[in-house]
């Protein structure tokens, strides 16, 4: 038998569950993962609270939880090519990633070796929140002379998406609560409050105008570059909610380009980009985990221990 977060009915972190189920084995054309880490994301628990959204997904009740993950390849398909029994990797599969073991077919493109030097941790945080950010940058075409704003910065995709504005070469002015700012200015971002007046103070930390924008959480931001005169293209949204402004393009993890984290995992290594792990929760405090994450109030990344 083996352990697996499931939840049998839609709600908040109560319905979060710890179960015994079959160790599960890996068909032809997968390998089997023994997870050690598991990064959550938003999506995760708003799968679980949301079933029009669980539904985008083809997440059927009962359901498994979480979707990035870290660990060692301990099974792998007669099929299988490309990994062997031994190989530590991270990846993704959304509804199944807080369990003690995964199954990945390896012609999904979303299982990649981790490098040496990345420990698991931060191997699991890196799949949605670094596919998400490098998408929504590389749509803008970022460079030496831009000033993007960064809406939501200081959140798990935003920690991603400011560090790679400022490898870009851009100027950063990310959206946060006060109580965030001197986190920000350590990721090297302009720190600017949320809520009404944006536009006033955004204008007053770049009176020369900024030139692009991403919305990581809502669409306050993304309104706010517009109001600023940032040509609609030059903006993008990637927070499920309200359709975005007309000629704004809505990016997610899917959009990003080959390579993409393979690329962010270079620059950890490098030391170009840091994955701050605002907390570490053992699995058994899964609920807990997940209401602190909910909050929205943490600096980085949370991780589940299994």
């Known amino acids: 038998m083996s352990r697996a977060v499931r939840y049998r009915r839609f709600g908040g972190p109560e319905v979060l569950e710890i179960q015994e189920i079959p160790e599960p084995h890996a068909a032809p054309d997968e390998v089997r993962v023994r997870v050690t880490s598991a990064g959550l994301n938003p999506m995760d628990w708003q799968i679980t609270t949301q079933p029009d959204m669980a539904a985008r997904f083809g997440i059927t009740l009962p359901a498994g939880f979480g979707s990035d993950f870290a660990g060692v390849v301990d099974e792998v398909g007669a099929e299988s090519t490309g990994f062997a029994a ?156 309200p359709a975005p402004p007309p000629g704004v393009r809505k990016l997610g993890a899917l959009d990003a380009e080959p390579g993409t984290l393979e690329r962010i995992a270079d620059a950890i290594h490098s030391g170009g980009i840091t994955v701050p792990i605002a907390a570490t929760f053992p699995v058994e405090r899964i609920r807990e985990a997940v209401t602190t994450q909910a909050e929205r109030h943490v600096h980085g990344k949370i991780v589940i221990a299994l």
């Open 86 to 241: 031994g190989d530590r990797v991270f990846g993704a599969v959304i509804g199944q990633s807080v369990a003690d073991f995964v199954l990945v077919k390896t012609s999904a493109a979303n299982l990649w070796h981790t490098p040496e030097g990345i420990g698991d941790e931060v191997a699991a945080t890196l799949p949605v929140s670094g596919l998400t950010a490098a998408a929504a940058l590389a749509a803008l075409g970022l460079g030496a002379g831009d000033t993007v704003l960064i809406g939501g910065a200081a959140g798990g995709v935003g920690i991603f998406a400011v560090q790679l504005a400022k490898l870009a070469g851009a100027r950063v002015l990310g959206t946060a609560s006060e109580g965030t700012f001197g986190f920000l200015r350590g990721l090297g971002a302009e720190p600017v409050a949320y809520g009404p007046g944006l536009a006033d103070r955004v204008g007053a930390l770049a009176p020369e105008g900024i030139t692009a924008a991403t919305d990581l959480f809502g669409r306050e931001a993304a309104e706010t570059a517009l109001k600023l005169g940032v040509a609609p293209e030059r903006v993008t949204v990637v927070a499920d909610g």
